[in-house]
């Protein structure tokens, strides 16, 4: 078992995975453990679909069939990013955007690379479990904020078991399709996936690691107001 400090360091977005099976029990232990996440008034919002074997791979057929039609996905019941970004945001998501495409040997005006690159979000960028979270679309803010934390609590204890995670916003983007071939509730509505199993050494991407921002710039320690 990894040592806090290197389970928060080593915790990363990996874009490639090998086909190493991660077992069904360790799935669910991960997934259970995750449930001590901080929930306000103890709603806890969350709710996942783990998907491995015939069930990961019928998902991801489904969205590659759908994708001759909606090469770009289907309308997302949430925007993404904000609207109108404005610094330092935009820069940021443009340099991270960069970086990756840079690793990746991807130029600027290569679409169809691109579009290749962002496809490879609908194939859990090969990990053999597959996840997909929803929440009740009653809930507010809050209860989005207690989903994110549950989602943390889950990448931190898959690196305590060697694994690694990462998170989908990309699958907000078939919202239909996925709660049509998963059997949703219509109350649910879809937030993100995730990719889990074990990272492939072999792959470039894998070796950027997303800058951070100097602490100054995010943080305020005050001792006197």
Known sequence: MMEADEVFATRRSVRAFTQHP???SLVREILERAARAPSGSNLQPWKVYA???QARDALVRRV???MVELPHGETPEYPIHPPGLTEPYRSRYARSAKRAFDTLGIRRDDALARQRHLARNWDFFG???GLIFTIDRQMGPGQWMDLG?????LMLLARTHGLDTCAQEAWALWPTLVYDCLG????EMLV????????DPAAPINGLVSERVPFDEYARVLETL
Request: glycine share 10%; net charge positive.
């Open 149 to 153: 934390m549950y989602l943390q609590n």
């Open 64 to 66: 590659r069939e759908r």
């Open 127 to 129: 990990a053999p479990v």
């Open 22 to 24: 991660v077992a069904p």
């Open 184 to 187: 949703i509730p219509a109350q």
């Open 51 to 53: 998907l491995t074997g």
């Open 192 to 199: 993100c996936g995730m990719a889990l199993g074990h990272a």
